[in-house]
């Protein structure tokens, strides 16, 4: 790590201005580490909403019989195989390709037993409605309504669930995702790549897919109430192959053509730059266009970020604010406090820093709450989740 410093303070004084601007093109980032910030457990026992991938392959494990257990721990087993996006990729790659043959006690029909019931357990997991109490998608969204703006505000996720919409949907705010109709409804490419919605619509693209699409017959992508089999993208080696296919393909588009506009910004939650398809996109769109900038917010400290990190050093209009320190302009350096930029900036200051002087914003719920705060939609007086998680849990 560099000698230099980063002033935290200098950096989120321009941060709030920015998020406040109501002329500034912004976008979010919501990766799978946003949903872990909500804590639905009872007393001090932390719950999740929605696991992280260890988390989720610690159900699916679990939701197995002891024939589809002993296969997938022994794809487990293998190097550098530990984690569930890398054996449902192992199990898919061995179901088209060994036939009758056995691998660890199971042939292609067995491993495709084992897929369906991996990717069942998958929507099982993440199909989980918002807690009714205010929450960090809630406050969000209270923060994008705050504002008078001149451009809509884009959301992209690489999540299944339905939060975003459920968030949006509970405080009628109108939005956009790419599919119109009603009953079945369709995809349609040439709205997501043109801009002609009212400034008040949230424009929401899912990158990954999501429990609510369903392939028909006709091998159209449509959005039901409910469904069955979702056309969800798994994490697993054929992800970058699906991202190339209608509706993915123009949902990448769509991210590639908001950073590439003018003085355009994006803020990433939850989002560990380890999907190397999104990664290679954003780093690809800022060098071809200085004037956009990405700024990631990241739980852990630097030295447990590598892939934002790498990233970050290659690339000047991509910050990285991570607990410890940051990349800025391709710089890595620890946080170090200077003097107040403005009158009564302390109070702020308690809104991202903790009292181990820790940047705290990599915590979605947390980076919501700032947001909202600095959008005027929620008092500055500190709310603990936890206890509301347990009031409703005593319920």
């Not at 639905?40 to 260890?54: A, M, S, T, V």
């Not at 809630?138 to 996720?157: A, D, H």
């Amino acid at each position: 790590m560099s000698a230099s410093v980063h002033n935290p303070d200098t950096y989120m004084f321009d941060f709030r201005q920015l998020v406040t601007n109501g002329r500034k093109k912004i976008g979010i980032l919501i990766g799978a580490g946003a949903p872990v910030s909500i804590n639905i457990g009872k007393g001090e026992q932390y719950e999740p909403l929605i696991p992280n991938i260890e988390g989720l392959t610690k159900h699916v494990k679990q939701s197995l019989s002891p024939e589809l257990l002993t296969i997938f721990e022994a794809l487990e087993e293998s190097p550098n195989k530990n984690n569930l996006e890398k054996i449902l990729s192992d199990v898919r790659t061995l179901a088209d390709i060994i036939g009758k043959h056995k691998v660890h006690g199971g042939d292609a029909d067995k491993y495709k037993e084992l897929e369906l019931a991996i990717c069942s357990k998958i929507k099982e997991v993440v199909s989980k409605p918002l807690p009714e109490y205010q929450n960090p998608y809630s406050e969000l969204i209270s923060w994008i309504n705050g504002i008078n703006r001149s451009y809509g505000v884009e959301i992209f996720t690489t999540n299944y669930d339905l939060l975003c919409e459920d968030a949006l949907e509970r405080s009628q705010t109108p939005f956009f995702d790419g599919f119109t109709g009603s009953r079945y409804a369709f995809f349609d490419p040439a709205s997501i790549s043109t801009n002609d919605l009212p400034p008040r619509w949230v424009r929401l693209w899912k990158l990954h897919g999501s429990i609510g699409w369903m392939m028909r017959s006709n091998g159209q992508v449509t959005r039901v109430p409910e469904c069955e089999i979702s056309n969800m993208v798994y994490p697993s080696h054929i992800k970058y192959s699906q991202t190339q296919a209608a509706p993915f393909s123009a949902l990448f588009e769509r991210l590639k053509n908001f950073i590439m506009e003018p003085d355009s910004l994006l803020i990433t939650t939850g989002f560990s730059f380890a999907d190397a398809h999104i990664s290679s996109k954003i780093s690809e769109c800022l060098s071809a266009n200085p004037t956009s900038a990405v700024i990631a917010f990241q739980y852990n400290k630097i030295e447990e970020e590598p892939c934002a990190i790498d990233l970050a050093k290659r690339t000047p209009n991509l910050s990285v604010y991570c607990k410890d320190g940051a990349v800025i302009n391709t710089i890595s350096a620890i946080w170090k406090t200077g003097e107040l930029p403005s009158k009564n900036w302390d109070y702020v200051r308690k809104e991202y820093l903790n009292d181990k002087k820790e940047f705290v914003l990599g915590d979605f719920k947390v980076l919501a709450r700032f947001l909202a705060i600095a959008g005027g939609e929620v008092s500055s007086s500190p709310m603990i989740y936890e206890n509301k998680a347990e009031d409703k849990n005593d319920e």
